[in-house]
């Protein structure tokens, strides 16, 4: 393998271990997959041939063809720089691709028919205890993952699980995940739109907004900053598990970002 393949698959392998704290589980293992069929390919342009034609991955393909090529016209030294920016470029595409793709309906199906299956079960009830318990039966509004669709579940998802572990991340770091964290709500904030999902529409626009404030104030790496997103993943993901009241706790959650306190530097 020559030296461009060799430094396609140094940025492949940077692009995974830049993904590892962004995808999903299910998704780190599927990347690791394709980086494994690079890796074992005698030509990095069969592999790419083949990822063009996946859907949802053509602009992946594509970008690593583009580096590939550009790699082998201009006989670059593979700066650590350059690495780094293709590898970012790279992440971006791949990121999107897995973005796109729809959550496991069967692993969803499977955790639903499995609460369902853990239920116990209980005699019929008598008519007249029944007419007793829908007069004191507390009204709830529904879970916050049964107002969502299977993608904008898995966008929720991804976005507690980065924001809750922005405190762990160097300043340098948090400028790169406030990156993915906008194309997160900018899908989501369309997918919302359009399935008239307004308290749902209404937090991914807070996050773009709470994006850009942080960011032309020059705050992205603030460690308050990242305090306020550690708390809001937290919640989040308190909310995702909680059993009533989803509308409520989401329309909490963003109050949180509407704090101006972090808005300016100190």
């Known amino acids: 393998m020559d030296n461009s ?13 830049e993904l590892q704290d962004s995808l999903i ?4 293992e599927k990347f690791h997959h394709v980086l494994d069929k690079f890796e074992r390919a005698p030509s990095v342009r069969n592999e790419i041939l083949e990822l063009k034609s996946v859907k949802g991955f053509t602009k992946a ?22 690495l780094d920016a293709d590898a970012s470029l790279l992440n971006d595409k791949f990121f999107e691709a897995f973005l796109s793709e729809p959550y496991g309906t069967a692993e969803h199906t499977q955790t639903k028919a499995q609460h369902r299956t853990e239920q116990p079960t209980q005699l019929p ?31 929720f998802q991804r976005f ?28 989501s904030v369309e997918s919302a739109k359009q399935q008239n999902k307004k ?3 209404e ?20 460690g308050r900053v990242a305090e306020v997103m550690r708390d809001v993943g937290e919640r989040l993901n308190a ?9 409520e706790l989401l329309t909490n959650i963003n109050t949180i970002l509407k704090n101006p306190d972090v808005m300016s530097k100190t």
């Open 125 to 155: 009830k008598s008519p007249s205890a029944t007419v007793r318990e829908k007069k004191t039966a507390p009204a709830s509004s529904p879970t916050l993952t049964d107002i969502l669709d299977q993608n904008l579940l898995l966008a």
């Open 61 to 82: 393909a594509f970008t690593i063809q583009w580096i590939l090529e550009r790699v082998e016209h201009s006989n670059e030294d593979f700066s650590t720089e350059q």
């Open 239 to 247: 909310a995702l598990k909680e059993k009533s009241n989803g509308v």
């Open 203 to 222: 937090f991914f626009e807070s996050v773009i907004k709470f994006i850009t404030a942080v960011d032309a104030a020059g705050t992205t790496q603030d």
């Open 160 to 187: 507690a699980d980065i924001v809750s572990k922005m405190g762990d991340k160097t300043p340098s770091e948090r400028k790169s995940i406030f990156a993915v964290l906008g194309m997160i709500a900018k899908s």
């Open 199 to 201: 308290e749902v529409h």
């Open 5 to 17: 393949n060799q430094y396609m698959l140094q940025v492949l392998r940077r692009t995974q271990i």
């Open 25 to 28: 589980p299910a998704h780190v």
